[in-house]
């Protein structure tokens, strides 16, 4: 059985709204799921996870949530080569672009990113609840 780990940062809800249906996704393939807000999670969770699914919203300007998520995710760049990751994240009134970089970002570390990303604008509805599904069930296939 493959162990995913669910890793997000959310200041309204959005994204831990997509984070729940990412994992009820992964845990109906038969996944052993963790659900784990960033500021629980360190280099031994990424390190102890055969997959890993990490969402955040759009902040700043088009950047991570910069007291947590950017620095968890600066601590693991050299934790992920080869490692399975999905990407997730709501926003509000860009286009995106924090979610290309973040890709990038991950994929130049080596990390096997699935798709392109999943971005949804402000709270899921229930499309938007069943293409996070769908993101559990591919990265717990991964
Ligand atoms: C401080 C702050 C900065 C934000 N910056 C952006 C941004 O650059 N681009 C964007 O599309 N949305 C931006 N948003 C909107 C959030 O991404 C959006 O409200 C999202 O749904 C929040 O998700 P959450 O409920 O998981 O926190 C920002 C929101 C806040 C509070």
Redesign the pocket.
């Known amino acids: 059985m493959s162990k995913i780990t669910v890793i997000y940062w ?7 709204a997509m984070a729940e249906a990412v994992v009820a996704g992964a845990k109906a393939q038969g996944a052993e799921v963790r659900l784990l807000h960033v500021g629980e999670a360190d280099k031994d969770t990424v390190l102890h996870a055969d997959a890993l699914a990490i969402g955040c ?7 991570l949530e910069e007291a947590e998520m950017e620095p968890f995710i600066s601590s693991i760049e050299s934790l992920v080569t080869g490692k399975p990751i999905a990407l997730f ?6 286009n995106g672009e ?1 979610m290309q970089d973040w890709v990038a970002r991950m994929q130049g570390c080596g990390a096997k990113v699935i798709g392109e990303g999943l971005i949804i ?3 899921p509805d229930e499309d938007g609840l069943e293409a996070c599904r769908t993101l559990g069930k591919e990265l717990s296939n991964a």
């Open positions: 959310s200041g309204s809800g959005n994204t831990e919203p759009s902040m700043g300007a088009e950047v994240g709501s926003y509000g009134w860009g924090w604008q402000n709270a």
